[in-house]
């Protein structure tokens, strides 16, 4: 698979006051702005050695009885994607980029001059995630690539014990539909045991460094409360910061490259906590049903106490965007909402006199990730749940809104995921930095027997679209059996070249 040329896209000329007065020192007063879990029968551990592979295996585990009839379409793309990665944007007709150009900064999570805080140009808003660099020769293909990084269970196919994969998504787009043998990198190391457990939001600092939640959304886990982090150049797991958690877990985190720090919901007490992204100290907590904020640990009577906050009350997907922390609320009878609350200042402790209910989600699943694309859309993927602790499939979706006079406006459902239309989204969203460029969604039965059975990422066109146009990437490379459920978030690190993603408005 060849490198495209560089997308060419310009920095936005900013200074830096405006640029802090935006994400941190400027905030306006509200009225202005604004049942049982999945055992997939694994144990811990792993023997595979470290996995740079494009060709599929033959297991022909059987898979969990996930029905449907699918699309009859079957295709005749190759999947190899050998195109000259020219990178070209033509901008006409039905003509998209796969993804982007060279990326210059890729291995050293640089990007020219820098923001405020620890962001590169590219994340001067507050979005932020440089590109790891580890010093694997397996991992040397992978260097100065676009990629996509995906947390999931234990995957039924002959593919090893690991729990994250990262997938090589640059070339020239290859043929729609049909399943893309997309290059893979994991490591035997990256399982459940070295984890602590399950683990489902990721997220990355601006050099490179990767950070995982522990997560119950596949049942019940044995790491709950410790955030782990994956070093950039070693690959190797470490303990971040340990919460108050004896059994819920947490739902998502995300860095501000701003404040330098990480925010992590809770789902035992409700809280969003506010890591320093050096020590893993407490900075902050915020309670999102009382707007209570301490500076440092809460001291919540009577927690923790091993119960799941209530619904309503339970924050899931985080993400920090121009001054303001943009947060999901996990609803009961379907209330799922969006919620935003600004920053007091360049700290990035929330102010809760500036929360505001942003807008009530479609649909009856709870938002488990949300995104904020290069044309300044927001992206949210919900996840399929029955209980607290038990996922399902086949009911969820990705929408975008776009921000018009004020408020965020639902867009429709312009990304359909999977074959089974529209609702096989399994709760992981981003998106590459290049306007012809893709949006990255994880999902289930996205080729449905016509002729594979293809689980894990799509890559769509900006411009919206189902299958039929996008790129469908079965992440264990056994396109015989289903890994329903499987695939969890996903995240692409931001190129240092390119534009920042825009403000609301």
Not at 33 to 61: L, M, V
Not at 338 to 351: H, I
Not at 367 to 387: C, E, K, P, Y
Request: hydrophobic share 30%; charged share 15%.
């Amino acid at each position: 698979m060849t490198i495209a040329n560089s997308s060419g896209i310009a920095a936005a000329s900013l200074t830096l006051s405006s640029i802090l007065c935006l994400v941190a020192g400027c905030s306006p007063s509200p009225d202005e702005r604004f049942s049982a879990g999945i055992d997939d029968g694994t144990e811990d551990g792993g023997t595979n050695s470290t996995t740079n592979t494009n060709s599929t295996t033959n297991s022909t585990t059987n898979g969990d009885g996930d029905t449907g009839d699918g699309d009859p379409d079957t295709g005749d793309g190759d999947g190899e994607g050998d195109g000259d990665g020219d990178g070209d944007d033509s901008g006409s007709g039905g003509t998209t980029k796969f993804d982007l150009g060279v990326i210059g900064d890729a291995g050293e999570g640089t990007g020219g001059p820098g923001g405020p805080g620890s962001c590169r140009e590219s994340e001067i808003y507050g979005a932020a995630g440089g590109f790891p660099a580890f010093e694997d020769p397996a991992y040397a293909d992978f260097l100065d690539k676009t990629i996509a990084i995906v947390t999931h269970r234990v995957q039924s196919g002959n593919f090893g014990q690991h729990l994250m994969t990262i997938v090589d998504i640059s070339g020239d787009p290859p043929p729609p539909s049909v399943n893309y043998l997309a290059p893979l990198y994991t490591r035997p190391t990256w399982n459940e045991a070295n984890f602590g457990g399950r683990i489902f939001g990721i997220t990355l600092d601006s050099e490179g460094n990767i950070y995982v939640a522990p997560s119950t959304v596949y049942g019940a886990t044995q790491n709950t409360s410790t955030i782990k982090k994956v070093d950039r150049i070693t690959g190797e797991i470490s303990n971040f910061a340990t919460l108050p958690n004896n059994g819920p877990a947490m739902g998502n985190l995300n860095y501000d490259c701003v404040s330098e720090t990480i925010y992590v919901s809770n789902h035992e007490d409700g809280r969003i906590y506010q890591l320093d992204v050096y020590s893993g100290d407490i900075v902050s907590t915020y309670h999102h049903s009382t707007g209570n904020v301490t500076m440092g640990p809460a001291n919540d009577m009577g927690e923790p106490n091993g119960a799941f906050a209530p619904l309503g009350q339970r924050p899931w997907a985080v993400q920090s965007h121009a001054g303001r922390l943009y947060y999901s609320i996990w609803g009961g009878n379907g209330a799922n909402t969006v919620w935003s609350v600004a920053y007091q200042n360049a700290n990035g402790v929330p102010d809760p006199a500036t929360a505001k209910m942003e807008f009530q989600v479609p649909g009856s699943q709870p938002v488990s990730d949300l995104s904020f694309a290069h044309d300044g859309w927001m992206l949210i993927a919900q996840r399929t749940m029955s209980s607290d602790m038990s996922t399902g499939a086949h009911q969820s979706t990705t929408y975008d809104y776009d921000y018009i006079n004020g408020d965020w406006v639902w867009q429709g459902t312009n990304y359909v995921v999977g074959e089974l239309m529209p609702y096989s989204a399994a709760g992981g969203v981003d998106h590459d930095f290049d306007p012809g460029g893709y949006v990255w969604m994880t999902g289930d039965a996205l080729d449905f027997y016509t002729p594979n059975v293809v689980y894990g990422l799509q890559g769509t066109p900006y411009g919206g679209g189902d299958i039929n146009n996008s790129t469908v990437i079965d992440l264990d490379q056994e396109i015989v059996s289903q890994d329903k459920t499987a695939y969890g978030d996903v995240e692409l690190p931001i190129p240092g070249d390119v534009s920042p993603v825009p403000p609301p408005g």
